[in-house]
């Protein structure tokens, strides 16, 4: 068994929130990070996405979303996410800002109809992101392994005749609505093509899952272009279509800015 002190399983660009990158910096085994940074883009991403929330009835409403992630030398990185439809949620915004030297995330949301930004903090970070069965706890496994939490690799698998790496992270915080978040890490793709939240009974909460299938390769990057959460307990879901995918295009620093986030656009 391998521990990981801080290491990151930040994949980001991966939820319905973001697909395929994420921060290899305090990963320690060197088998695991290699095939890490294989999955990152240099510097940037873009998407866009259409995202179906399906409720237990069966009824589902679609949203078409345009998500932005950039990293910086330092290993700082943003997610911006927009909301372009339905018309009534457009212009909503979900900004996640990254400080790698101060190990902090921050996430922030806007909405057009109350006009200002908010900060996610307290019981909203147990909230749902832009209505999907994804809440920010969720994402904040994906996206940084703070101080208190262990991430330790388990003896490898294989999900439908493909190895993967196998890593296990418990975050000692009570108020956290999991014992563990199980990541199986494709080692030919690189992504983590399910990923298993298991709640504090020792059940499965909720599953992330890549279509493999469906995964492709973008300037020498594989991209996830389908990918669902699904939760257990409620019997809901919510599928991620890629809809076009940039990889490393110019962005500008400044569309990352709490301001811009208020002003509604780059």
């Known amino acids: 068994m391998h521990y990981f002190p801080r290491s990151c399983a930040a994949f980001v660009l ?23 940074d294989r999955a990152l883009p240099s510097a940037t991403a873009r998407q866009i996405q259409q995202v179906e929330v399906v409720g237990k009835s069966g009824h589902s409403r679609l949203s078409l979303r345009e998500i932005f992630w950039t990293r910086s030398e330092d290993n700082d990185s943003r997610v911006l996410v927009r909301v372009l439809e339905p018309v009534d949620d457009r212009g909503v915004g979900v900004l996640i800002n990254d400080d790698a ?16 930004v908010r900060r996610v903090t307290g019981k909203s970070f147990f909230g749902s992101i832009l209505g999907t069965d994804f809440t920010y706890e969720d994402f904040s496994y994906f996206y940084r ?49 399910r990923t298993e939240f298991i709640g504090l009974n020792g059940e499965t909460r909720k599953e992330l899952i890549i279509d493999r299938e469906e995964v492709k390769l973008v300037d020498d990057h594989w991209v996830p272009y389908r990918t669902t959460m699904t939760d257990l307990k409620l019997g809901t879901k919510s599928i991620a279509v890629v809809q076009e995918v940039d990889i490393d295009p110019e ?6 800015e709490v301001n811009a986030l208020k002003a509604g656009g780059h």
Do not use: W
């Not at 305090?26 to 290699?34: G, L, M, P, S």
């Not at 995330?105 to 109350?114: A, D, G, L, R």
């Open 14 to 36: 991966l939820t319905p929130l973001a697909c395929g990158a994420f921060d290899t910096s305090r990963i320690e085994d060197t088998e695991v990070r290699e095939c890490a």
């Open 101 to 116: 030297d101060r190990n902090v995330v921050s996430y922030m949301s806007y909405s057009p109809k109350i006009k200002r």
């Open 145 to 193: 392994v703070d101080e208190r939490e262990q991430v330790t690799r388990v003896d490898d698998a294989v999900l439908e005749d493909h190895p993967a790496y196998v890593l296990e992270t418990i975050k000692p915080d009570e108020n956290a609505n999991y014992s563990m978040v199980r990541f199986f890490i494709d080692k030919e793709i690189c992504l983590p093509v």
């Open 251 to 256: 962005l500008s620093s400044g569309m990352f």
